[in-house]
């Protein structure tokens, strides 16, 4: 059993404290004071700790189990205008044996891809393991109606999308309106479910570019956290600036203290701008020493990427041959 | 009132950029009389390892320009270079401990040879392409191509050896990571100054200074370089293993000299089509 499909549940939770979310989100204003009381975030402490994890060596073995993690958390993602059901299947058989020169390399979390793509990816995925990620709700600006966005969910979950990447609609919460913002995320995560009973899992992205603050990034999770999400997620890979490491790191106290009050835990995906292996090696430092290593598995950690992968292949070759390898020797997508 | 000396700190220069080695090591040079003149960077794999990131990035560009273009260019580092035949006097002399008159010698010969690989560039093609007869109606075209990044380990000496060996790989349109003579580390550098100056895109030329036995069996290995130079490498041993290393992805070797090499002789142009590939199209001669 996958234990994020676990009991990640808003209102009805056994915990006390997790009951509580019915007095704060019972209305606006609550809701407002709730967000607005959680502690500010120290910007120059926040950026400055980041940065200071960001200068941890790692070598050798720690290394090498550090790139084969993050090849297991990698969501290989494609979203563009011009992607084909032919690139989606090189994508999905990527994913599944990312170095065909090496059968000890472990395969990817995921592919993520448009609704309209996730049948062709699950055809060609199968029973892999490797699990079809749908963006939806009107991916990427989220400027939709409800009900269009509820639909787009549906279509992607009955397609066999085991997970939705849901984005917020960043409007609402900046104006304030962050009840309209939390009833949504309520609304998909009800959308998510299967006829047989279960639910794809819930990614919502917070697009943190568009969200000004570091205070705003604090409030949105615990929001999305409290209405139900199974991950929180940095951004769409469309905005600049896109997942940072000091972002992440709020979105891994957030997590981090959101068990300590609940005993739920929630999966935390950066996505768009890791593109080296070194930075990926920064952010599961931080996932170490800020939420902890319960986090370091796919199941709770995940990077948004598409050329982060060609990177941990090139940097395992290294490892494993002791010569640098070149991006000839490794697929184009 | 005394003057303070402004010291030079002699850096790496890879992708148009002077960067400090990834390592932090530096090392000491000493002029002729065995006073300390730098401290130059010494570089390590890693390095090694972001210049030919560097040198791929700017391939495509390079590859692309026109010949005409690279000609212009290389000559526009002639004349660069040739305004700043007194530093580079200055710095041989140092180095050296040679007379004025034959660091002169060296500077100039330096300069004239990359006049003469520039006039090169636009013609190497026409004289090692050709139209090949065959028997069948097709037009049997052969024509160089650049074969890529190549790593090459620059001869002994300060400045004519250095622009010897890496001129002719850039007029053809590849793209090289230098590893610099171990003895002469900062004449390459400034060097690299002149050609950071001189329109040459960043990335063509990267130069490194640092033990050529520690850096050159790892671009010797390096799946993303496609030809060495050994011009540079003294030790037979090291040299041998460097070609075996080289085999794993079939790059071109051109291996070191066994005689010593006069750098002041017009050189032939094996130098530049050591680094050519050639490319043979057969297309039907129309109805």
Not at chain 1, 225 to 241: D, R
Not at chain 2, 259 to 286: F, M, N, Q, S, Y
Request: hydrophobic content about 45%; charged content about 20%; overall charge neutral.
């Amino acid at each position: 059993m996958q234990p994020y499909a676990g009991s990640v549940t808003t209102t009805s939770a056994t915990t006390g404290s997790a009951g509580d979310f019915d007095d704060i989100t019972s209305s606006e204003s609550s809701l407002r004071r709730f967000l607005h009381g959680l502690p500010g975030v120290d910007q120059v402490g926040a950026e400055a700790r980041a940065a200071g994890l960001g200068t941890r060596s790692i070598k050798t073995t720690a290394k090498n189990f550090a790139i084969d993690l993050a090849i297991r958390m990698v969501d290989l993602t494609t979203l563009e205008g011009q992607d084909t059901p032919g690139k989606v299947r090189a994508l999905a058989s990527k994913a599944m044996r990312p170095d065909p020169a090496d059968a000890t390399c472990p395969r990817a979390a995921a592919v993520c891809v448009y609704p309209d793509m996730v049948a062709t990816a699950k055809q060609t995925l199968g029973s892999s393991g490797v699990k079809v990620a749908a963006v939806a709700t009107a991916f990427p600006s989220g400027r939709a109606a409800l009900d269009i966005k509820l639909a787009d969910t549906r279509d992607a979950v009955e397609a066999g999308a085991d997970e939705i990447d849901m984005v917020i609609d960043r409007g609402a919460f900046l104006s304030g309106r962050y009840l309209q913002v939390f009833d949504e995320i309520v609304a998909v995560r009800e959308a998510c479910a299967t006829p047989d009973g279960g639910s794809a899992h819930l990614k919502v992205i917070f697009e943190t570019g568009e969200l000004q603050t570091y205070d705003n990034v604090r409030r949105a999770s615990w929001l999305a956290m409290m209405a139900g999400a199974h991950f929180i997620k940095t951004s769409t890979g469309k905005v600049q600036p896109a997942a940072t490491l000091p972002v992440t790191l709020i979105m891994l106290e957030a997590v981090r203290d959101f068990r300590d009050q609940t005993g739920q835990m929630i999966g935390v995906k950066p996505a768009g701008g890791i593109r080296s292996s070194k930075d990926a090696i920064k952010y599961l430092v931080m996932v170490n020493e800020i939420a902890g290593p319960d986090w370091l598995d796919p199941d709770w950690f995940r990077f948004g990427a598409s050329t982060l992968l060609n990177d941990l292949l090139m940097q395992r070759t290294k490892m494993t041959t002791g010569r640098y390898s070149g991006p000839d020797y490794f697929t184009l997508d | 009132m005394a003057r303070l000396d402004v010291k030079k700190t002699y850096k790496l220069y890879i992708g148009g950029a002077f960067p400090r080695s990834e390592s932090g090591r530096t090392s000491v040079v000493n002029d002729a009389q065995g006073n300390l003149l730098a401290n130059a960077a010494k570089a390590s794999r890693k390095d090694a390892r972001d210049a030919v990131i560097a040198a791929r990035k700017a391939f495509g560009g390079w590859s692309s320009a026109t010949a005409y273009n690279r000609g212009q260019v290389l000559y526009r580092i002639a004349e660069v270079l040739e305004g700043r035949r007194d530093q580079f006097v200055a710095e041989l002399r140092a180095t050296e401990g040679i007379t004025a008159a034959k660091a002169t010698t060296y500077v100039d010969a330096a300069i004239d040879r990359i006049v003469w690989y520039a006039g090169w560039a636009d013609k190497i093609t026409q004289v090692v392409s050709t139209a090949n007869p065959v028997a069948g109606p097709f037009f049997n075209l052969s024509s160089p191509e650049p074969t890529g990044v190549v790593a090459v380990v620059a001869p002994r000496g300060p400045l004519l050896g250095l622009v010897s060996v890496v001129a002719p790989v850039i007029a053809t349109g590849n793209t090289c990571v230098v590893i610099a003579s171990e003895a002469h580390p900062l004449t390459a550098i400034t060097l690299g100054e002149v050609m950071a100056t001189s329109d040459l895109p960043g990335g063509v030329v990267n130069m490194l200074t640092g033990s050529v036995a520690e850096i050159a069996p790892w671009l010797a290995s390096h799946m993303d370089v496609n030809g060495i130079d050994l011009t540079g490498v003294a030790d037979p041993e090291l040299a041998a293993a460097l070609e075996t290393a080289s085999a794993d992805n079939l790059k071109r070797v051109r291996r070191a000299p066994e005689v010593a090499v006069d750098w002041l002789a017009t050189p032939g142009i094996d130098r530049l089509t050591d680094w050519l590939e050639t490319k043979t199209v057969w297309h039907p001669i129309g109805v």
